[in-house]
Antibody, heavy 122, light 107 residues
């Protein structure tokens, strides 16, 4: 069974930093591209970052470019999101999300973690 | 960047009703379109990919269609477990984008 388990969320003041982790199990993590997707309360999901299986290709949403850094450690089956200079508007549930490894699905997401809540407030 | 617009934002329906949700892309995305279902407190769940392909384990009452800029998700006979919020997502290019959601509520 595919499992994605996020950790590292919490409460932080504006300007602060947090590092989210996602541990994967039940599949060959090293062969899958991964994403981070966030969702603010009452809003739709917002994609924020993508990393290819070998970390050679990385993309960010404009809203986090220059402040957030995605990375992975395939030996540890882990995905990370380093979040710096946090803003109130970064408050959201953050999901680790696996890209569907099926060419006809394009960039669809087939598995999601349970999420890590990040609250940015003074 | 491709923006996604869903309508309606909410719909009230009864068990057994046919429900149709529409999604429009700001630019053509061929059939690179996915649909997700989300229940309160849960992560989204993939229902349909490539506009019309049913993900494994998803009931056949769900169907999708469309290409280019206009897409639809249809639930042929609404069941109690289908009351949820539905999102479309363009799966064509980065940045990925989701629609604003359609909440299917009990009438």
């Amino acid at each position: 069974e595919v499992q994605l388990v996020e950790s590292g969320g919490g409460f932080v003041q504006p300007g602060g930093s947090l590092r989210l982790s996602c541990v994967a199990s039940g599949f060959a993590f090293r062969t899958y591209a991964m994403n981070w997707v966030r969702q603010s309360p009452g809003k739709g999901p917002e994609w924020i970052s993508y990393i290819s299986s070998t970390s050679t290709t990385i993309y960010y949403a404009d809203s986090v470019q220059g402040r957030f850094t995605i990375s992975r450690d395939n030996a540890k089956n882990s995905l990370y999101l380093q979040m710096n200079t946090l803003r109130v508007e970064d408050t959201a549930m953050y999901y680790c999300a696996r890209k569907y490894d099926f060419s006809v699905a394009g960039l669809a997401i087939d598995s999601w973690g349970q999420g890590a809540l990040v609250t940015v407030s003074s | 960047d491709v923006q996604m617009t869903q309508s309606p934002s909410s719909v009230s329906a009864s068990v057994g009703d046919r429900v149709t949700i529409t999604c429009r892309a700001s630019h053509g995305i061929s059939t690179w379109l996915a649909w997700y279902q989300q229940k309160p407190g849960r992560a989204p769940k993939l229902l349909i990919y490539a506009s019309s392909s049913l993900q494994g384990g998803v009931p056949s009452r769900f169907s999708g269609s469309g290409s280019g800029t206009d897409f639809t998700l249809t639930i042929s006979s609404l069941q109690p477990e289908d009351f949820a919020t539905y999102y479309c997502q363009q799966a064509n290019s980065f940045p990925l984008a989701f629609g604003g959601g359609t909440k299917v509520e009990i009438k």
